[in-house]
Each structure stands twice: as C-alpha cells, then as structure tokens.
C-alpha cells in the first residue's frame, strides 16, 4: 500500500492591486510589482500589466531605452509589439506569444506597438540574473502560442510557458537561473487548480479576470481580479474560481539572495557596477 503524503498548501500572506503608473513614451500600465506597494520578490523585480483598447494609452510604445543585468519577459494576451535592438534582432510579438529576453552584459532595444487602434493587453515581467549571468551576452528565447503545451485539467486549462504542468508537458522557455514556472490558467466558475511548487521557491498567482478564493490566515476570501496574491511557504499554490470563473497565472522562482544594486534600466549587484552601466552605455559599449 502507497500512501501519498499531503502536500502543504501555501497560503496568501499579501493580496495587492498594483499602482496604476506609465512608461516608456507613456504608456499607461498597472505595476503589480516593483512598486511602493509591492517590493520586489526575489527573484522577480517588477511586474506591468497593461490592457487598454484606446491607441492614446499605449501608441508611445516605448522607444530606444538600454537594460542590463537582468531578464524581460514579455507575454501577450491581445495585439501586436514589434520588437527590435541594436545587436539586430527584431520581431513581432503577438496574442498568445512569448519573448523571454536575457539582457545580460545590456542591450539598446525599442518595443512598438505594430496597431494603432484595438485592444493592446499582456504582461512584462523582470526576473533578476545572479551575478555569474549579470554580463553574459544577451539572447532571446521566442515561442508562438501554438509551441506552448496546454492541460486540460479538472475545469482548467493550464498554458505552460515554462516549468513542469502535472502531465510530463513542460513549458518551452529554460530558464536555469531560478528555474522559473510561469503558467497561464483558465478556470471554469468554481474550478480548483492546485499545483505542486518546489517549497524554495517564492511564489505568487496573478489575478487578471474574474475572482478567486485562496488560503489565507483566516479561512478563504474572495478576491476580485485585478490582484497580486502573494504565497507563503509549502509545497502547493492552490486557486479556486469565483462564480464568474477566473483567469491567472502562476509565477514561482528560486530566489537568488543577492544583494540588489537597481538604477532605471539596470539592475547589478553594487553601486559600483551601475556606474560602470551608465559609463558603458554612454561610451556606447552596450
Ligand atoms: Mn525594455
């Protein structure tokens, strides 16, 4: 006789909304991390989302900006960017698709809205690099939403852009350094999705349509997207929809526990390299 041992459940230690804010040329966002509300969690510096059907919200795209030290992720849900750098790599990310861009040593690029009028919607996440990785070349990892395996689970649909699902799928993007999951779930009204997560990883569910009941101190409330839920220690991230159904994602990493030296666009280890970035970027070695 096999007996299968509990997992234990994480439970939500935060839940915040995000601070609405802009950026690049003015583009209107929600930053659910990396703001006063919501620090960093090691290993992800920050977290935008942005979704707006008005072309004046997000037309500024955001023009030739550098980075260094760190990795973008960027995942569309509805419309087009067009993507390129200075090393000559371009492309169009488009609904569904992901680009996962290590910056590393730096990199010049422009990220453009490719419509002037619809619905622009999707995320961008920065996940730190340790400092092994900090001045590595840049590179890029780009899949289109049909490369992504999708689980048909109990009421759920889960897209695995990267970590293991629960059926030996695995999400096509590697990412090493903190062995990242990122999972896209839609969930039918009232569905459960649990899933197991290594206990040394920070982990947290973003909530984006509907409304959900989490574990929390105090017994399971709900909470209406939109919402950064924020999990504590154990061995399993479990979200249940509300009557309307829900939509989220599953974010989780091992934390890297480096000192953080964060400047705009660069994110190193010591006050000394950040003005080493700034001297390499205008000296025009990026
Ligand atoms: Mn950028």
Do not use: C
């Not at 087009?80 to 000559?88: C, E, K, V």
């Not at 649990?194 to 399971?220: C, I, K, M, N, W």
């Not at 829900?246 to 953080?260: D, K, M, N, S």
């Amino acid at each position: 006789m096999s007996v299968k041992q509990e997992l234990r459940t994480r439970k939500v230690v935060a839940v915040t909304h995000g601070e609405a804010t802009s950026d690049g040329a003015g583009v209107k966002m929600t930053r659910l991390i990396g703001s006063g509300a919501q620090p960093p969690l090691d290993p992800f510096l920050m977290l935008d989302f942005f979704g707006s059907e008005r072309a004046g919200d997000y037309i500024g795209g955001f023009p030739d900006h550098p980075h260094r030290g760190f990795e973008t992720v960027t995942y569309m849900l509805a419309g087009r960017m067009r993507h390129s750098d200075n090393h000559g790599h371009s492309g169009v990310i488009e609904a569904g698709d992901v680009q996962w861009m290590k910056a590393g040593r730096g990199l010049i690029h422009s990220e453009m809205p490719e419509q002037d009028h619809g619905l622009m919607r999707g995320f961008q996440l920065w996940i730190n690099l340790p400092a092994a990785e900090k001045m590595s070349s840049p590179a890029y990892q780009e899949f289109k939403a049909a490369r992504m395996p999708v689980e048909e689970r109990d009421g759920a649909r889960v897209k695995l852009i990267a970590g293991a699902g629960i059926s030996g799928e695995v999400g096509p993007v590697r990412a090493p350094h903190v062995d990242a999951v990122y999972f896209d779930i839609e969930l039918a009204p009232g569905a459960r999705f649990r899933q197991e997560t290594p206990p040394d990883h920070q982990a947290f569910f973003v909530l984006y349509e509907g409304s959900g009941f989490a574990p929390g101190a105090a017994g399971e409330n709900e909470i209406d997207s939109l919402a950064l839920l924020t999990l504590g220690p154990g061995e399993e991230a479990v979200l249940t929809a509300g009557t309307r159904g829900a939509r989220a994602l599953l974010l989780a990493g091992r934390p890297l526990r480096e000192p953080i030296a964060w400047s705009g666009p660069f994110v190193m280890n010591s006050r000394e390299e950040l003005i080493q970035a700034y001297e390499d970027y205008r000296a025009g070695r990026f």
